[in-house]
């Protein structure tokens, strides 16, 4: 079939779309949202990948000089207005802009035959000079909140400043003295079960230790926040005699927790479990096609009858939380976390002619007969998916 010649501009563009280098494409994308940093950076990688690429030749010629004294006159105005951070910034992106063509290959415009070298520009000293004054601002804020008890402030300043210069005066000393003293000790105690549903054993005690787990699978929670395990707090009750039978609640907690240096006791309980198997959803449905018997044969019609089977099984388990504030003896967070499991398995099976068979019903075919997990598995999995929103709920309260 002709195409109309209309669509033939389309076509040559959707062409020379699909054999442009990934890098270009991101260097029009960077260009089109005014990044000109990364316009440079991607047409100079471009050059790497395809030298003599004549979008990228004629991007990097028209945009570079222009660039640089534009950033250099925005680095300038930050420097007057004292915000070191976007001067340190925006002195960073000339060089990179600098480095990324410093390194390309000679290269040829392949219309002109001309050789072609791009501009540098070395801006090292108002980089360094940002960068010293970026560290020093950042270590004078730190002091300042050090001086005013706000230690996780002075902590995340200090840290900044060491981000500039990894070892600028005492910041080190001042970010870990400020980081011990920001550092909240929380202890989880075991998850109450309310649900009714005794037979999934100790589904509270796992909540509790996954939601250890995943809180410190970050990284940055362990900066100020430090576990305490509940094997150490009953070590800690048994010992002192502090409870009836080694049980702490959240009346007691307070107590405890100032005696053994802890800052803040998460309780919980389980509300609810709820599991359901619903009836299979079973679709019955008819593949047909035409297969060739030969050169010069008539084709023959072919069918065949699918069946398809869809299996669920579904567990919600639900949470409730508190955290308490050992110095205030007060509730300062709650709240409520459910999440809900769910596992399907679909398979198929045919009678009929399998040359019938369409791709798809041939893969659901494919798929032997199963059964979702019994219950027990699938309620433990809803208890890690609660520990899991859990984590990210406490975490990012005291982070």
């Known amino acids: 079939m002709r195409h109309p010649i209309f669509l033939v501009p389309l076509i ?96 040829t415009h392949p219309e002109t035959g001309a050789i072609i070298s791009f501009p540098t520009r070395d801006v090292s000293p108002e980089h360094k000079n940002a960068r010293d004054n970026a560290a020093e601002m950042h270590y004078q804020t730190g002091v300042g909140l050090e001086q005013r008890g706000l230690s996780k402030d002075a902590a995340k ?75 150490k707090i009953s070590e800690l009750i048994t010992e002192q005699r502090l409870a009836e039978e080694g049980i702490l609640d959240p009346q007691t907690a307070a107590e ?27 679709t019955t449905y008819e593949d047909t096609d035409e297969v060739s018997e030969g050169k010069d044969k008539p084709k023959r019609r072919v069918r065949a009858t699918v069946t398809v089977v869809t299996r669920r099984a579904i567990a919600k388990l639900t949470s409730n939380y508190q955290i308490i504030d050992v110095t205030r003896g007060t509730i300062v967070k709650s709240g409520s976390v459910p999440h809900t499991e769910v596992a399907e398995i679909t398979f198929g099976k045919y009678r009929g002619d399998r040359e019938a068979l369409s791709h798809k019903s041939r893969q659901v075919c494919a798929v032997r007969e199963a059964y979702p997990p019994p219950d027990d598995e699938l309620v433990n999995r809803a208890a890690e998916g609660v520990a899991h929103d859990l984590a990210r709920e406490i975490s990012g309260f005291f982070r």
Not at 201 to 224: C, H, K, S
């Open 12 to 107: 040559l563009a959707a062409i020379l779309s699909a054999c442009a280098p990934a890098s270009w494409n991101r260097a029009e994308r960077a260009y089109e949202s005014g990044d000109m940093a990364n316009a440079v950076r991607y047409a100079a990688q471009t050059l790497r990948e395809k030298p003599g690429y004549e979008d990228a030749l004629d991007l990097l010629q028209r945009i570079l000089p222009a660039a640089y004294d534009d950033y250099s006159a925005r680095a300038k105005r930050a420097e007057d207005a004292g915000d070191w951070d976007r001067a340190f910034g925006l002195y960073e992106d000339i060089l990179t802009m600098s480095d990324a063509v410093s390194g390309l290959p000679p290269q």
């Open 256 to 282: 405890v927790g100032r005696i053994f240096g802890i800052h803040a006791f998460v309780f919980g309980k389980i509300s609810s479990i709820v599991t359901d198997y619903p009836p299979d959803i079973v």
């Open 157 to 231: 300043a200090f840290t900044r400043t060491l981000g500039y210069v990894y070892n600028y005066k005492d910041a080190r000393q001042r970010y870990e003295k400020n980081r011990q003293a920001a550092l909240k000790r929380i202890a989880v105690m075991p998850f109450e079960n309310l649900s009714g549903k005794r037979r999934y054993g100790a589904i509270g005690t796992v909540v509790a230790d996954r939601l250890i787990i995943e809180a410190m699978r970050n990284p940055n929670n362990l900066e100020f926040m430090e576990f305490v395990t509940r094997e």
